[in-house]
């Protein structure tokens, strides 16, 4: 049977500012009413796939179980691992404590088991998604794990039923040095699993992060990390003959990536040669149900079954190089001394989801600059609810310093750059960055930023409409106040105006 490569992918990301469409009361999802919602992602949305999340999350055990007791004739009709699919994000034992790896693991061959006593054909899990990775002897290791611990469940437990040992693994390539090194990695890992496991891999499926590159360098410096991995995947894919199908990790908001259910044109234009792109709380969860399911998942889900990699020549691979090095070290620079005045804004931001401790002894930390911060949908939105898109950071001052070929190089490459910033500087908020300034005139370079994008693209900062208004003139309040549930409570009315959290 050949694979059926997902197109849309839900996920557990926590950047929702209204509550789910199904039976659900408030914005808050626990991790007993995940189950259902991967449910709902499959059946009401159509969603090919779901990533489940075994990475600093309360991941339930069960949810094979519970879905094919709960939903049987809906799988019956559409079998995981055939029709639909749920992939787990594995905890990458190399950045934190791996508590849960093996008992990850132990869930998938035991589903596989219960699948087959229900009578189904396919084993419901055989992909894996591993974090932060950095090489291919860590996708090796997580292989060969995973068949040591089938082989030892089959002499140790077997009740005749011999489970199969192997696991495809899904490298996600966060940073954008990990980016661009992308195929030598990859060139690496097939020829350590070809030499081991005595057989071919048919195809690679490549996972590139963009909400973690933006928040470690910034946005333009993502943006462009994304779109030379994909020129460089394509390149990869050529030379060896091996099909790959790149996954972007994409919220809402510009700063993450920019995929709603109004700007899927946008997105399949920006990054060409995806397969599957991720829907994430706020796009499902944030907009008209009747928008979301169509036109928004079929456009997208069609579009990607034809998004072919357009390849950027090696004259421009290395323009857009040297821009993204020159915007990350402004980014670097300008936000350094501004992360103090963020705090009580990351501390106020409102939970979506049961986590576990982020950082210390179980967790990582996210660190730019020596300072942990914190996940990219709370840096993202609460610069946003300050009344500061995180885009503009770092950016302006460099795209206007940019000769006029290297300016034509990147607009060829981002042709929607300008309808972008355009979009960004709506929930800018002059009187929101005035009380910034008083307080702190470091947060001037920022302004300067803004000063130079609409000079750079002819745009007016600022709030165009009734709703955008209200966001800044709630951005303004919030960065004058000192209380931290009022704050929480703007952040929560902020994020419904703009239709995502973070």
């Not at 408030?26 to 009401?44: H, L």
């Not at 974090?131 to 009740?159: I, R, T, V, Y």
Request: with cysteine; hydrophobic share 40%; aromatic share 12%.
């Amino acid at each position: 049977m050949e694979r059926k490569i997902p197109n849309v992918m839900g996920t557990q990301h926590p950047d929702n500012a209204f509550k789910p469409f199904f039976k659900h009361r408030e914005p808050f999802i626990p991790a007993g009413r995940e189950v259902d919602e991967a449910f709902e992602n499959f059946s009401t949305l159509g969603a090919d796939e779901y990533m489940w999340d075994w990475e600093g999350k309360h991941a339930d055990s069960s949810v094979i179980d519970r879905l094919y007791t709960r939903h049987y004739d809906y799988f019956k009709e559409n079998p995981l691992g055939r029709d639909k699919f749920l992939t787990f994000r594995l905890p990458n034992i190399w950045e934190e404590k791996g508590y849960s790896l093996m008992q990850a693991m132990t869930t998938m061959l035991v589903a596989e088991d219960f699948a087959h006593d229900l009578g189904f054909e396919q084993r419901p899990l055989f992909e894996a998604i591993l974090p932060m990775c950095q090489s291919a002897d860590q996708l090796f290791e997580m292989e060969e794990k995973f068949a040591k611990l089938a082989h030892f469940k089959d002499d140790e437990f077997s009740q005749g039923y011999k489970n199969i040992d192997s696991l495809q693994m899904i490298p996600l390539f966060e940073s954008f040095e990990a980016q661009l090194n992308a195929p030598e990695v990859l060139k690496n890992f097939v020829e350590l699993y070809q030499k081991h496991f005595k057989r071919e891999l048919p195809y690679v499926r490549v996972f590139l992060a963009g909400s973690d590159s933006a928040l470690s360098n910034g946005f333009i410096n993502s943006i462009i990390g994304n779109k030379l991995a994909l020129t460089k995947l394509a390149e990869f894919s050529a030379e060896s003959g091996l099909p790959v199908y790149p996954i972007a990790g994409t919220g809402s908001t510009i700063f993450r990536g920019g995929l709603s259910p109004y700007t899927v044109d946008r997105y399949l234009e920006e990054f060409p040669g995806l397969k599957t792109a991720t829907i994430q709380s706020a796009f499902r969860y944030d907009f008209p149900l009747e928008e979301v399911v169509k036109p928004a998942i079929k456009k997208l889900k069609a579009g990607l079954q034809k998004n072919d990699f357009k390849p950027i020549s090696s004259e421009d691979q290395d323009v857009l190089y040297d821009i993204a090095q020159q915007t990350a070290a402004e980014y670097h620079d300008t936000l350094d001394p501004l992360i103090v005045d963020m705090q009580p804004v990351f501390k106020a931001f409102p939970k979506r989801r049961d986590r576990r401790q982020h950082i210390g002894l179980i967790g990582y930390s996210r660190d730019v600059d020596g300072f942990d911060l914190p996940r990219a949908i709370t840096f993202t939105g609460a610069l946003y609810s300050m009344g500061v898109p995180p885009e503009v950071i770092g950016t302006g001052r460099v795209l206007k310093k940019l000769t006029p070929d290297q300016f034509k190089t990147l607009e060829k490459h981002y042709p929607n750059i300008r309808a972008d910033f355009a979009q960004v500087l709506k929930f800018y908020s002059p009187a929101a960055m005035e009380v910034l300034l008083a307080a702190n005139p470091a947060w001037k370079a920022v302004q300067d930023d803004v000063k130079a994008l609409e000079e750079l693209f002819n745009l007016q900062a600022g709030p165009s409409n009734a709703d955008e208004e209200r966001h800044a003139e709630l951005a303004a309040d919030l960065n004058r106040i000192g209380d931290t549930e009022t704050r929480a409570l703007l952040i929560e009315r902020m994020a419904k105006l703009r239709r995502f959290l973070g």
